[in-house]
């Protein structure tokens, strides 16, 4: 109890400013506990830090002593920059400074979780640097060339083509971005197969995916458990893109992916969440 106390006054919340490789200030809340181990969270498309998913796991991770950051990618949330439909890439990029930046300070990163597009940020990144053990890709999409058009509307390549930019709206007509031909071309241009086969067997890939997800189908999931060389896939029966009823379980399988690297040991609350396995 003496140390359960100990740790639950050594918890804080900082706000914490990395700048990027483009000279864009990422604004980001560090969960920081007396462990220097460290999770990086990434939000998924027109999300910010803030996601309920992102916040609901950094609880999780900090009552198993773990330090969580979410952050918001550059153009979304309170970090500069400007809003951007595809580049994939260049939030990849946005992953590279804040690892860069928690690695100078001398933080073990043990995982980086992302959700939906920042599952794809986390898989890409991984690709491309081979300098953290464990992704955990919630939801991420496969094939970028689909789910256009329910965003875009029928005939968006040629509507987008003429024009140079589609003007996205809501229900009531009201304007929310702007995709623009570039932008698109990102999108289609970004190779998830490529990546997934680059991803080094050294890596641990966990997949969890809604077996109801509406936005990304749960075939895609499969199609990352092909390809990822040192990957593990869970399929959450009946959840949803958001996991709106099943938040627990998706906190239970991301702590327990954790816990097969030897990191983590049960304890205290999210030990009672495992016993429902």
Known sequence: MKK??????????RRIVIQNKHGEKL??????????????????FQATKDDSILVSIADALVKEEICAFRFDFAGNGESEGVFRYGHYHREADDLRAVVSYFSNQ??????????????NAALLYASEYHDIPSVVNISGRFGLNH??????????MERITKDGFIDVKDKLGNFEYRVTLDSLMDRLNTDMHEA????????????IHGS???IVPVKDAFEFA?????????????????YTE?????????????RESQILSPTGENDKLMSKL
């Open 246 to 258: 099943d938040i627990e379980n998706l906190i239970v399988l991301v702590l327990q992916f954790i």
């Open 4 to 13: 359960a106390m100990t740790s639950l006054k050594a918890i804080c919340k």
């Open 106 to 119: 001398k933080y073990n990163i043990i995982a980086i979780v992302g959700h939906s597009k920042g599952g």
């Open 147 to 156: 789910g256009i058009q329910g965003r875009l509307g029928k005939g968006f």
């Open 27 to 44: 604004v980001g809340v560090l969960h920081q506990v007396q462990s220097k181990n460290l999770m990086i969270l990434c939000h998924g």
């Open 226 to 242: 092909k390809l990822i060389p040192n990957h593990k896939l869970h399929v959450i029966e009946g959840a949803n893109h958001r």
């Open 212 to 214: 109801r997800d509406q």
């Open 196 to 207: 997934s086969c680059s991803i080094p067997k050294e890596i641990r890939v966990l997949t």
